[in-house]
């Protein structure tokens, strides 16, 4: 059974940087099937899909959070890691990491969020 | 960015109940959709991909439709676990969306 588990400061101070591991156990990282994603959600409202990093390092980020975002991983401790630089109190939300199983049907394949770690909230404040 | 608009944004039913959730893109997005349940605290749980299948473990009273724009999630006969907030998403684009998400509350 695949699990994840975020780690990382709760409180980070405006315009300082947020970083957040994601720990992967039961499966790998370096598994060609998968990509592994950072998602987010403010309190109280949806969610939203920071980027995600394929083992080989090729990444995909949101537009709207590109600027900002820099997500890597790490194949021999199982792990992916996000940064976004700059925070706001607009940051402030709960910070998941999730598997995406590519699923490939008829030639074409599209990604599916099949695990999440259980989120860790990370709040935005002096 | 492709824009996922669910309806309604939220919806009171009762145990026993059929529901049914839309889901609509902003363009064409095949069936490149996927719905997610969210309980309160809880991280979402995939329940139906590619528009139309039940991943597994899932309760077969849950059933997705749809192609192209418009989408349906459907609870045949609500349970009490059921009553969460649903979303749906698309992989369509290389910029992946999900939509507002609808509340599902007891009567």
């Known amino acids: 059974q695949v699990q994840l588990q975020e780690s990382g400061p709760g409180l980070v101070k405006p315009s300082e940087t947020l970083s957040l591991t994601c720990t992967v156990s039961?499966?790998?990282?370096?598994?060609?099937?998968?990509?592994w994603s950072w998602i987010r959600q403010p309190p109280g409202k949806g969610l939203e899909w920071i980027g995600y990093?394929?083992?080989?390092?090729?990444?995909n980020y949101n537009p709207s959070l590109k600027s900002r975002v820099t997500i890597s991983v790490d194949t021999s401790k199982n792990q992916f890691s996000l940064k976004l630089s700059s925070v706001t109190a607009a940051d402030t939300a709960v910070y998941y990491c999730?598997?995406?199983?590519?699923?490939?049907?008829?030639?074409?394949?599209?990604?599916?969020?099949?695990?999440w770690g259980q989120g860790t909230l990370v709040t935005v404040s002096s | 960015d492709i824009q996922m608009t669910q309806s309604p944004s939220s919806l009171s039913a009762s145990v026993g109940d059929r529901v049914t959730i839309t889901c609509r893109a902003s363009?064409?997005?095949?069936?490149?959709l996927n719905w997610y349940q969210q309980k309160p605290g809880k991280a979402p749980k995939l329940l139906i991909y590619?528009?139309?299948s039940l991943q597994s473990g899932v309760p077969s009273r849950f059933s997705g439709s749809g192609s192209g724009t418009d989408f349906t999630l459907t609870i045949s006969s609500l349970q009490p676990e059921d009553f969460a907030t649903y979303y749906c998403?698309?992989?369509?684009?290389?910029?992946?969306?999900f939509g507002q998400g609808t509340r599902l509350e007891i009567k």
């Open positions: 999730a598997r995406d199983y590519q699923y490939c049907s008829g030639g074409s394949c599209q990604l599916i969020f099949d695990y």
């Open positions: 590619a528009a139309s």
């Open positions: 363009q064409s997005i095949s069936s490149y």
């Open positions: 998403q698309q992989s369509y684009s290389t910029s992946i969306t």
């Open positions: 039961g499966g790998s990282v370096s598994s060609g099937s998968y990509y």
């Open positions: 990093i394929y083992y080989s390092g090729s990444t």
